[in-house]
């Protein structure tokens, strides 16, 4: 059976120019702005960025954990589930990715997660386009299936079995 063994919380704002269309990831960004291009950001100006998680929660999450995220706005809420994994670096000092793939970079959270951008409550991001305030919560949890993922890859490359 699956416990959360750590969780912790930020906040982002929504944008005008948020899209939410990417098919593959999803992305939070500490920049304060965000371009035409950026389709795979949902918020802009997060309070947290990977590098700033505390060490112990990293472990954690190297551990091939699940990870759940819980994102808030205005009522409106929306859950992706993924997988950390032992390569993780969670180094970026920029913006958080969660991945439907297993591609593995500085700024990834979460990979094999079951949404993407698109993929998210189109209400939610109706009120993140008016810029609105987005909740973040990360629930990480051990003892589950978490053997999904063990040992399948490698730094900057994708997972492939």
Request: hydrophobic share 40%; charged share 30%.
């Amino acid at each position: 059976m699956e416990a959360a063994v750590a969780s912790f919380g930020f906040k982002a704002k929504g944008h005008p120019m948020v899209k939410a269309t990417h098919r593959s990831t999803l992305e939070i960004t500490t920049e304060d702005s965000l371009t035409e291009r950026g389709d795979c950001i949902i918020a802009v100006h997060s309070s947290m960025a990977p590098s700033r998680i505390p060490d112990e929660i990293k472990r954690m999450i190297r551990r091939n954990a699940r990870i759940e995220v819980v994102f808030s706005c205005d009522g409106i809420v929306d859950v992706v589930n993924g997988w950390g994994h032992e390569s993780l670096p969670l180094s970026s000092d920029r913006c958080f990715i969660l991945r439907k793939s297993a591609y593995i970079s500085p700024e990834t959270l979460a990979i094999r997660c079951d949404k993407a951008a698109k993929d998210l409550d189109r209400r939610l991001i109706e009120r993140l386009k008016e810029g609105k305030e987005l909740e973040i919560k990360v629930e990480i949890m051990l003892g589950g299936r978490g053997l999904l993922n063990q040992g399948c890859a490698r730094k900057g490359h994708a997972i492939t079995y």
